[in-house]
């Protein structure tokens, strides 16, 4: 069929480019994936082990939990999902079944990606290699085992919604708010919990206790106001300090997955918005 008049073409020109961003860009979706670190959560540690078939443990205090297979197997994994029950559990932390997820999947960080970068996603979720591992069941102690106790803890300590940005700060600004706080997800670990698991607001990124042997630094400017942007560009880059120094390995793979992954632009994004936060002093041992 031949377009012969300009308005019918225009038309038609919209409609395919509603239908593609409706349906998601998975490529990008792949760009959204590694600067939100999913691959370290639901790949297991051993050498060959599938990406995204989950597996992977996360000890806390209250348990141990394991990421699920997200590849698009429909029985192990998330292909039966449809678009909606992705964006629900990211956006509501709900299953598909309505249940909830417990928080140590962090949609409360994950509620505040956008639309467009969710739909992105899942787009690129459903190109992975489908695996029939199944997801591991979570070891938690026994008060912690009940999915309708989350409900009482969302009441307090979670805020559902994209995140809007702040019209007193530049673009720049903005856009490393939104991988810290939104993709990135930084202040699950680097931000520290009371004894119901909610986050203290008041000590934002100011470095948390995660085990007996393992800490999250403050990475507020108090700690990183000494390095300085392009010395810190290049350790969240190289994963190596200027002395030679190696971080621990639970950054390191954050710097091979995720911030050595982000485009030059957003790595500025992410370090100046870090820069610009209120300093605080380390969290007491």
């Not at 629900?88 to 962090?106: E, H, L, Q, S, V």
């Not at 085990?211 to 990183?224: E, F, H, K, S, W």
């Amino acid at each position: 069929m031949v377009l012969r008049s300009p308005a019918l073409a225009g038309l038609f020109f919209l409609v395919f480019s509603a239908l593609a961003l409706a349906q998601g860009d998975a490529k990008r979706g792949e760009y959204l994936s590694k600067a939100g670190g999913c691959i370290g959560c639901h790949t297991e540690t051993r050498k060959d082990a599938q990406p995204f078939a989950g597996g992977r443990a996360l000890k806390t205090p209250f348990g141990t939990f394991y990421g699920p297979n997200i590849t698009p197997d429909p029985k192990a994994g998330i292909g039966s999902w449809k678009e909606a029950d992705f964006i629900r559990a990211m956006r509501g932390g709900k299953r598909p079944d309505g249940a909830n997820y417990f928080p140590a999947f962090p949609y409360s960080s994950f509620t505040r990606i956008s639309d467009a970068d969710l739909r992105d996603l899942w787009a690129y979720l459903r190109t992975l290699k489908a695996s029939a591992q199944p997801s591991k069941e979570h070891e938690l102690g026994f008060f912690y085992r009940w999915r309708f106790l989350v409900t009482f803890w969302k009441w307090l300590f979670f805020d559902a919604g994209p995140l809007a940005p702040d019209p007193s700060k530049s673009e720049q600004l903005n856009r490393g708010r939104y991988l810290v706080d939104a993709l990135g997800h930084c202040g699950e670990c680097h931000t520290p919990r009371n004894f119901l698991g909610g986050p203290k607001k008041s000590r934002y990124l100011g470095g948390a206790k995660l085990g007996d042997d393992v800490n999250a630094p403050n990475i507020t400017p108090t700690r990183l106001k000494k390095y300085g942007p392009a010395e810190l560009k290049d350790i969240l880059t190289s994963g190596l300090y200027a002395d030679g120094d190696v971080m621990g390995d639970t950054m390191s793979e954050v710097v091979k997955n995720t911030t050595s992954q982000l485009t030059a632009p957003d790595l500025d994004a992410l370090i100046a918005y870090l820069l610009s936060i209120v300093p605080l002093p380390d969290e007491p041992k």
